[in-house]
């Protein structure tokens, strides 16, 4: 209370002093806005951060949208689409006042960035509708005689195209705006249409590259590679990392997949600089499709990168409610007066880590006896193994088989089925039912009946049952995949999602895959 009373006295002062001083601080507000509106950044974190600072040097409504509209551009190329709407919507009622604007025509073309920025934002948080609201309010705002204008409509659609993946059907839209950056299009001078022109045919060389035109994809790079030539030491920056993009793609459609994987890691390299999430997302999923970076090490690289940028949005909510749990702990630890709640909270504490460490306690047994178990299941699999190999059954097969002909046309299936085992067919993808019946000769019915009868189990119970034997088994028998990621344990197995693996591991053996490792590699000291 005392600091807001400190804080109304000193706006008070504020208040009287004279009209002259007064407009003295208003005219230096006004230069440092301009001079950071006019800083050229391309890291995500300092294009935001210089939004901050506009908006606290900002004194009319154009200069706050201008404010805002840095601060959402920062959040929306690293990946925060949902802080970024709210950033623009904001900066959209600034731009949407009755302000006085130094050029009419510059409130235009500030609604253009804005809503542009916007309904790229909706369609990357999944909102179509919102989007198409923004896009159409972009129509009913843009002159289409006007070339400069005229351009935001063909760029928007074949953006929303290349964020579903259609890039075909992006292409002619991005020809469009090219054909119009040739033609009518004014700039301020040469680099800028240079620039642009680079832009545009990069974005259509990967476009083409993505369709199967190779031949239209390398005039496109060729025409860029002259610009390049031509601005010298004044060549952009700001798209670099998409050229190193289109020079990969290219290499590996030539099979040139030694250049292709310098080109993918220059490209990362540089877009790395710049922390702009989408496109580093964008570049790790082409170097994860290329197929050239398969070592364990390459592909958790891109794994943990990839992870990373989807958990980015997770991580911001996390650190809004650490925020807010940190103000209710100051605000209680301000109420000193409150002795019987901080008593309550004591012995509240008390009995939470009690608790915590019984249940620790708990915990740690029953992972030793999971563990243990585990172990045991994997020796007696083995030599269960050891015995189909030799020409016997499992245990539970003898006791159950006779030798009516239908049991021994069962017996015959079950050999079959152990030979299938023994060839790891489970560790793929696809495994289905349907496909193990058919390798089996039989309907995927009578499959479901042999393996309930015989393994107690349905088919993906079957399935997962295998894979975590067979990778548990793996681990144990072989130390060296124990500096493994999980990630690719995970693929090892057949299964494309890692938590899902470990979901599935844990159901089964009582034990997550990390426990399983950290307890193998103790046992190995």
Not at 166 to 180: G, M, S, W
Not at 252 to 269: G, V
Not at 273 to 289: F, P, R, V, W
Request: aromatic content about 10%.
């Amino acid at each position: 209370m005392k600091l807001i009373r400190k804080f109304i006295f000193t706006l008070f002062l504020i208040s009287i002093i004279p009209v002259f001083s007064q407009q003295n601080i208003t005219l230096e507000k006004k230069r440092v806005f301009d001079s950071l509106e006019k800083r050229k950044l391309t890291n995500v974190v300092e294009i935001y951060n210089n939004g901050i600072e506009m908006r606290k040097y900002a004194q009319t409504n154009e200069e706050f949208a201008k404010a805002y509209h840095n601060m959402g551009d920062g959040k929306y190329k690293d990946g925060d689409y949902l802080a970024a709407i709210i950033f623009l919507e904001k900066a959209n009622k600034y731009i949407d006042s009755n302000d006085n604007y130094t050029k009419p025509s510059d409130k235009k073309q500030m609604q253009i960035y804005i809503n542009a920025l916007l309904a790229l934002s909706y369609s990357y948080a999944s909102l179509p509708t919102e989007a198409n609201n923004v896009i159409n309010k972009i129509k009913k705002t843009i002159d289409i005689q006007n070339a400069n204008e005229a351009t935001a409509i063909p760029q928007l659609i074949a953006k929303s195209y290349e964020i579903q993946e259609k890039y075909c059907e992006a292409i002619p839209y991005r020809k469009q705006a090219l054909d119009v950056y040739n033609k009518d299009y004014k700039f301020d001078d040469e680099v800028s249409r240079k620039s642009l022109l680079i832009f545009g045919n990069i974005t259509l060389a990967y476009l083409n590259i993505k369709c199967n035109n190779l031949s239209t994809a390398l005039k496109h790079l060729d025409i860029v590679e002259k610009l390049y030539d031509e601005l010298g030491t004044k060549k952009p920056t700001y798209i670099i990392e998409q050229y190193y993009l289109v020079k990969a793609l290219i290499a590996l459609k030539e099979n040139d997949k030694i250049s292709a994987k310098q080109w993918f890691r220059k490209s990362y390299k540089t877009v790395s600089l710049t922390e702009n999430k989408s496109s580093i997302k964008s570049i790790l999923l082409e170097m994860q499709a290329s197929g050239l970076f398969e070592t364990p090490e390459e592909k958790n690289e891109i794994y943990e990168a990839l992870i990373k940028i989807q958990n980015f949005q997770t991580e911001s909510t996390k650190q809004v409610v650490k925020k807010e749990i940190e103000n209710k702990n100051l605000k209680l630890k301000n109420e000193k007066e409150n002795r019987i709640l901080y008593l309550l909270i004591s012995v509240i504490l008390i009995l939470i880590i009690t608790f915590i460490l019984l249940y620790y306690k708990y915990q740690n047994k029953k992972l030793q006896y999971n563990y243990q178990r585990l172990i045991k299941n994997i020796d007696k699999k083995k030599e269960q193994k050891s015995n189909t190999l030799d020409g016997n059954i499992t245990p539970k097969s003898i006791s159950e088989i006779d030798h009516q002909d239908e049991n021994i046309f069962e017996l015959n299936i079950l050999k079959k089925l152990d030979k299938l085992e023994e060839k790891l067919l489970f560790t793929s993808k696809d495994a289905s039912a349907t496909q193990l019946a058919a390798l089996l000769k039989i309907t995927p019915r009578n499959l479901s009946y042999i393996l309930k009868k015989y393994r107690n189990e349905d088919f993906y119970s079957y399935l997962n049952t295998l894979r975590i034997d067979y990778i548990s088994a793996t681990l144990r028998e072989h130390p060296e995949y124990l500096n493994y990621k999980i990630a690719v344990l995970a693929d090892m197995c057949g299964y494309s999602s890692h938590s899902h693996f470990t979901l599935v591991f844990k159901t089964k053996t009582g034990i997550s895959p990390s426990q399983y490792i950290d307890l193998l590699r103790k046992e190995k000291k």
